[in-house]
């Protein structure tokens, strides 16, 4: 029985660590998983095609200009 509360505890402290969002440089997949003022960038591949995650980062006002 011990082990059973233990792999739900430590499960817990997993789940509660993931949920929080990430600062610069954490790793993202959306805008939402970085903290307020962050967004995600996502990482580019040598085809030039955009992966399913990035890193968060500061917003870059330049790049809105741009489009």
């Not at 792999?7 to 997993?14: H, M």
């Not at 962050?38 to 489009?67: A, K, N, Q, V």
């Amino acid at each position: 029985m011990k082990r059973i509360h233990l792999l739900a505890l430590a499960t817990l402290f997993a789940l509660g660590a993931c949920s929080s969002p990430g600062e610069v440089g954490d790793e993202c997949e959306v805008d939402d998983d970085c903290v307020e003022g962050l967004e995600c960038h996502l990482h580019e591949h040598e085809e030039g095609e955009e992966s399913d995650h990035g890193d968060c980062e500061e917003h870059d006002d330049e790049e809105e200009e741009m489009d």
